[in-house]
């Protein structure tokens, strides 16, 4: 490269980074996955007995294909649960075989490019090595967005925020056409759940905040970003059951071999709690952040509503 | 001609690896594969690795001082200012000075001293292995991050992920004041002297230079060949070749073969000097105003910057319960902090190594004698559970090789929960951060109000990694800190909960 073409690129990169996407712009982008959701006959299905990838594959094409999601020409970005330095079996994080197969099938579908990130809680260059994600994402096609660095995240607005109005989101998401929201379903000593709501505060910078301005409530405020996710896929291979999220042994991991997917964030939630109900208590009343999100109008507890489709392989 | 090319190929090769070595925060290099920290003088001395002591020793006394020309980084690194102030001052040249024997020795003196009267501190300021670990550390390490941060912001917006920003934060105003004045001094004396710094403080190049002066190969004139043009001595960096005189001090000679390159006649060789009994060399005489008025100074600034700033011990006040650290937190594998000030030179490679950023150099949490020796830290991150890198890449002994199940029961702190800060407690809201961090659950949540939970403490088990200390929201006082272990402990394997196995066969819903 010539000196001047490296100046020049500088300076374009400088002149690029000073724009910032406006709200107006994010909206845009929020009413094309609406749009995507409405047109589904299934609302939610649940899948039990399969291998990760396998479970899926059954469940898209349930809910009419990837192709409904993802469009032709789109960024996409998967964002799977990488919050700790631990391997798939001790079920920390998501499921990487399950992540490479969501890259897959959105490539499959015509995306331009799938971004995989999360905010880790311990070392993200551990973390994102010892979950097999990285590796399993990059074989898959998709690219790994470090998100270790505020400069890595843009402020957003939540107007319909109750406790959290304001929040800086990573710039993954924000840069997306759509995304996919892959968590893990794990006990949380907090939180009491951590499933699809909860994985949002990976894509947040500060999550101090949350935990100093009541938690659920934030967790809650969170999930009104005005993008949300147009697939939320549960991964419940692995279960985590006791002294999550980080968990100490395999004794806190309960082989469930399930899965569960859906456009409405509270009804997957909802179902999701319900299953891990089975392993180990957990009252759903307990866990407060679904019934917030409820109050916001984000989905529906009652999953008699819906059209459910469980599926026992 | 083909010694000197020899010894600048493997001068070269050293000080680049050791310097990336330090600077590399990305972990590029399997830092606790390359020993070239592990063969260093004293931290070999202090690791008690005889072997390697004594293969440094038997080294100087076969071929002399070739330590210091082709393995200690801060001897390259004068060399390569004295080459960078060639670029400036065409016409250079060194002239023969006598040696300050009295300086040399009475420095050694000084260190070993205060090294037995456990004031490792002045050990550590002198030592050159670490005083260079710290300028490399503290001064340029910040500027490749910084250069890295540029890349990675050209890269990324192009969507290319190779290059990824990283943190720069200040490590420790003391250290890093000790590294500029290092830098500073070192530097000069190098850009305008040559290696003044080997022949005069430097604690190594004392005891190595006893050695070398009876070598079995070393440097000498021969009279018949010379015509006292005085070419040598004018290239010799250590100034020890006095060509009136025709004799070289081969205690101050750091074998860089600058004198057998430039040399027409022929006429200074490097052989084998064992045959005969030769002449001792060198004057002793003259320990000049100005050397004296340097060493004062140096001493004089370790103690400015002893006092220049002067709070260090983890204390937060504010409107919550502030808390104080009454021990500090050595690192894993350091056994006790008793056994780190007697082992750490403050090189701070471990600092540099530590992928959750917690290591830094402490101020006066050991008191002055254990200034800048490696105290954990929680403002940027906790020790990961499952990470020994620090005590694999310790080249004095300071930190023990880990295991990882000796590092699991390994107790280097114990967990304080101060109720009152807990915002469980004051906004009766859900928190359990640090029970999430927890690697072991010696903070787990237990009921409190309605479906609240609130911490509880298990200190048998408790590591003292800081994750819970590192993520409390409380502000400005955190309501979990970790109190140091001034001798680490033991710590307790954690019982699994019972594993019962669930069958089920139905969603639940």
């Known amino acids: 490269m010539k000196r001047r073409d490296f100046l020049k690129a500088a300076a374009i990169t400088g002149l690029a980074t000073t724009f910032k996407l406006t709200e107006g712009m994010d909206l845009m982008a929020q009413k094309s996955a609406k749009t995507a959701i409405k047109a589904g006959g299934t609302d939610l299905v649940a899948v039990m007995g399969g291998e990760p990838a396998q479970m899926f594959r059954k469940a898209i094409t349930e809910l009419g294909g990837m192709g409904k999601y993802v469009k032709k020409g789109q960024k996409v970005c998967v964002k799977p649960n990488i919050g700790w330095d631990k391997t798939p079996e001790m079920a920390g994080n998501t499921n990487p075989e399950l992540v490479a197969e969501i890259v897959r099938q959105c490539l499959a579908a015509g995306a331009s490019e799938v971004v995989v990130f999360d905010h880790s809680c311990d070392d993200w260059r551990k973390s994102y090595k010892n979950s097999g994600i990285e590796e399993a994402a990059k074989t898959a096609g998709a690219k790994l967005m470090p998100a270790n660095e505020v400069t890595y995240y843009r402020d957003i607005t939540l107007p319909k925020g109750i406790k959290l109005k304001t929040a800086k989101v990573h710039q993954a998401i924000l840069d997306s056409d759509v995304w996919i929201n892959v968590p893990i379903l794990k006990n949380h000593e907090g939180a009491l759940m951590t499933i699809s709501m909860k994985n949002h505060m990976g894509i947040v910078w500060d999550r101090g905040f949350f935990h100093r301005n009541d938690l659920q409530q934030c967790i809650a405020d969170i999930c009104t970003l005005n993008k949300p996710a147009v697939l939320h896929v549960v991964d419940a291979y692995r279960v985590m059951k006791t002294n999550g999220p980080r968990g100490r042994s395999l004794s806190d991991v309960a082989n469930a071999k399930a899965m569960f997917v859906s456009a409405d964030i509270v009804a997957v939630d909802t179902a999701a709690t319900k299953f891990f109900d089975q392993l180990e208590t957990m009252p759903l009343e307990s866990v407060k952040h679904i019934a917030l999100a409820q109050d916001h109008k984000l989905g529906t507890m009652d999953l008699s509503k819906l059209k459910v489709k469980k599926i026992q392989l | ?509």
């Not at chain 2, 200034?371 to 023990?400: K, W």
């Open chain 2, 1 to 509: 001609m083909i010694l000197k090319r020899i010894r600048l190929v493997f001068g070269i090769l050293s000080l680049l690896l050791l310097t990336f070595l330090f600077i590399d925060f990305a972990g590029l290099l399997p830092a606790g594969k390359i020993p070239l920290a592990d063969i260093q003088f004293v931290p070999a001395l202090l690791a008690h690795s005889f072997g390697i002591v004594g293969a440094l020793l038997l080294l100087t006394l076969l071929f002399g001082r070739m330590y210091c020309s082709i393995l200690c980084p801060m001897g390259l690194f004068q060399d390569l200012t004295s080459r960078f102030a060639k670029i400036f001052k065409k016409r250079r040249k060194y002239t023969f000075s006598p040696e300050k024997r009295w300086l040399r020795y009475g420095t050694l003196l000084a260190v070993v001293g205060t090294y037995f009267a456990g004031w490792s501190v002045i050990l550590s300021l002198l030592e050159p292995y670490s005083a260079f670990g710290r300028m490399v550390t503290h001064l340029l390490r910040p500027i490749y991050m910084a250069g890295n941060n540029l890349l990675a912001g050209v890269f990324n917006h192009f969507g290319n992920y190779t290059f990824y920003h990283t943190e720069i934060f200040l490590l420790g105003t003391s250290s890093l004041v000790v590294a500029l004045l290092t830098f500073l001094i070192i530097g000069y004396l190098a850009w305008k002297y040559g290696r003044t710094f080997c022949n005069t403080l430097c604690p190594v190049g004392t005891v190595l230079g006893f050695v070398s002066r009876a070598s079995m190969f070393r440097f000498k004139v021969h009279e018949e060949s010379c015509n006292n043009c005085g070419l040598c001595a004018r290239a010799c960096k250590s100034s020890c070749i006095d060509s009136k005189q025709e004799t070289v001090d081969n205690s101050r000679c750091v074998t860089c073969f600058n004198c057998t390159t430039v040399c027409t006649k022929k006429a200074i060789k490097y052989e084998f000097s064992w045959k005969k009994s030769s002449p001792s060399t060198g004057s002793s005489e003259a320990n000049s105003v100005a050397s004296r008025r340097r060493f004062l100074t140096t001493l004089g600034v370790t103690f400015l910057a002893a006092g220049s700033h002067a709070w260090a011990k983890g204390m937060h006040l504010g409107t919550n319960k502030p808390w104080t650290r009454k021990s500090p937190l050595s690192p894993p594998g350091s056994l006790s902090a008793e056994h780190l000030n007697t082992h750490c030179t403050a090189c701070h490679l471990c600092v540099t190594q530590c992928p959750s950023k917690i290591l830094k150099p402490s101020f006066l949490e050991y008191g002055v004698e254990g200034m800048m020796q490696p105290v954990m830290d929680f403002s940027h991150g906790f020790c990961n559970y499952d990470c020994t890198l620090c005590t694999e890449v310790c080249p004095n002994g300071a930190l023990h090789k880990l295991t990882m199940d000796e590092k699991h029961a390994t107790q280097m702190g114990i967990v304080k929960f101060i109720k009152t800060n807990c915002v469980v407690y004051t906004d009766e809201t859900f928190c359990g951060a640090c029970s999430e961090h927890c690697p072991t659950q010696a903070v787990s949540m237990v009921p409190y109000k309605g479906d609240l939970t609130i911490p509880q403490l298990n200190t048998a088990i408790c590591v003292g990694c800081g994750g819970c200390e590192y993520v409390c929201p409380a502000k400005p006082a955190k309501a979990i800190y970790v109190e140091g272990n001034p001798v680490h402990r033991k710590a307790q394997q954690f019982v699994d909960t019972n594993k019962k196995e669930v069958k089920i066969d139905s969603f639940g819903f």
